[in-house]
């Protein structure tokens, strides 16, 4: 090697020219926390009614049942993983059912 340019290793370990950015990370709350990450939910066969849902019962009622629909299902598959034996795949289940509630247009 090139007593000069010196190795690769110790060229890698230099000091940045610039400074790291330093923005501090943004607080979630927990209603942001129940939004789809922050990713637009995808139009599905299902998105049309529930946009209809949306304009007959009003945003607010409709979150309500869409609230009511979902503890419902997180229950009976917490019920049934109980029932089956294999209550540790709960939340894998859970997450799961809403990816496929996403992919089907639910969540718009």
Same mark, same amino acid.
């Given at each position: ?17 610039? #400074? &790291?950015?330093?923005? &501090?990370?943004? /607080?979630?709350?927990? /209603? ?6 922050? +990713? =637009?939910? +995808? $139009?599905?066969? $299902? ?6 849902? =949306?304009? /007959?019962?009003?945003? #607010? =009622?409709?979150? +309500?049942?869409?609230? !009511?629909?979902?503890?419902? @299902?997180?229950?009976?598959?917490? #019920?049934?993983?109980?029932? &089956?034996?294999?209550? @540790? ?5 859970? =997450? !799961?059912? !809403?990816?496929?509630? #996403?992919?089907?247009? $639910?969540?718009?």
């Amino acid at each position: 090697m090139d007593s000069q340019t010196g190795s690769a290793f110790l060229v890698s370990q230099r000091a940045r020219a610039y #400074d &790291a950015p330093t923005s &501090a990370a943004p /607080v979630r709350t927990g /209603v942001s926390s129940l939004s789809m990450g922050g +990713k =637009k939910a +995808k $139009f599905g066969i $299902f998105s049309p009614a529930v946009y209809g849902a =949306k304009i /007959v019962l009003g945003t #607010d =009622k409709l979150n +309500k049942l869409r609230g !009511k629909g979902i503890s419902l @299902h997180s229950s009976t598959i917490g #019920d049934f993983c109980q029932w &089956a034996g294999a209550y @540790h795949l709960r939340t894998k289940l859970i =997450k !799961k059912a !809403k990816t496929n509630g #996403d992919i089907l247009g $639910f969540l718009v």
